[in-house]
């Protein structure tokens, strides 16, 4: 065999045999970066208001989640300053063993009692919750049923645990029920995102329940994008549905109407204590900051003493939502702030999110695997702080260049 081609191959069986050798062959981001079409870790210059600066230019943002506009509320920021002034910027350990201060216990009693249920525990972040409480909970006999739409902290937490997993089509009740008749004998946790973070729908909660009581499942929902923004009182998925007790395990995050960073899972105080400790992403990882802290403290208050922000952010909803089909976008089954603007292929999607950065708007993208193939989407979200003005703006930079891409 010629020399040179044997030297070809053992230096073909070397590269392959190179961790990094995968990071090397990376190209899409940079692609997309040298068309000018990347929507990822643009920078921004200014809080998460209806206006933001990106590049020195004044943008109207649809692509933040925070729903009741409370990230640069003047009470929250003082709360947060206040903290910092009183505790220093962090707590140089774990809740588990020097980290736990008397505003963690003080916003845990809070969270227990805002959704009425007889505990709560905080997390650093809200991945950490779902990775901590599933994994906690799920063992090698068990079964953790989820949709095939749930959060990607869902799904980790799921591989973190020992436990058999089984995915049903997305709020498909028929193969709900299909597994949970499957796996009747073995201990089961049904796992659900209360409003899903890119279609924008809402769980089928009056149906789900009766099911996971009927096969012997216990079922936690995950009410990121729904606590502040469902249910009478902006307590989320649960109460937006009069189920509150036949929920066993609420979970939220703070990086959404509640104004900051961290996460909570909120249940019977039992079934807390055991997470408290087995959970690792709890055990093992710093403690939420007081500045956090205090801040998701100040927000709890307004969002209780503040019901008009919930109804400012419903009417920019329903204004949004009937002004996009009008338009003829299609937008889903979308029930929620979140709005997807449907548009197809990946490329088209990149585009568009690029031409409306061109017209001063501000949204995400969406693309494998993150969504289907084929329904690549534009994901708006909006604010109880977005004025009228700014929504028609943001509806006539869409007519534009929906029409221009042939959306429309």
Known sequence: MDSRLVQDSQMAVKKSSDIFDKCYRFNK?????????YPYFRVIHSAQEPEIIMNGKRM?????????????HPKVKEAAIEAIK???TGCAGSRFLNGTLDIHVKLEEKLARFMRKQAALVFSTGFQVNLGVISALVSKEDVVIIDKMDHASI???CRLSFGEIKKFRHNELSDLERILKEYEDKGKLIVIDGVFSMEGDIAKLPEIVPLAKKYGARLMVDDAHSIGVLGNTG?????????????????????????SIGGFITGDEKIIHY????????????????ASVASVSAALDIIENEPERREKLWKN??????????????????????????VGEDEK????AMMLQEEGVFANVAVTPAVPNGKALIRTSYMAIHTDEHLDIVLSAFKKVGKALGII
């Open 235 to 259: 307590r989320g998925t649960a109460e937006h549905f009069g189920l509150e007790k036949e929920v066993d395990l609420l979970m939220g995050t703070y990086s959404k109407s509640l104004a």
């Open 29 to 37: 981001a940079k692609v997309l970066m040298s068309q000018g079409l």
């Open 275 to 290: 997470i408290k400790h087995h959970a690792r992403s709890l055990i093992f990882s710093a403690s939420p900051p007081p």
């Open 349 to 352: 999607a990149f585009v568009m």
């Open 155 to 157: 799904i980790d937490g």
């Open 86 to 88: 009183k505790y220093g």
């Open 60 to 72: 109207i943002m649809v692509g933040s989640n925070n729903y009741l506009g409370l990230t640069n």
């Open 317 to 342: 909803t329903t204004k949004m939502l009937s002004g996009f089909k009008e338009l003829g976008f299609q937008v889903g089954s979308s029930q929620t702030p979140i709005i997807p603007v449907i």
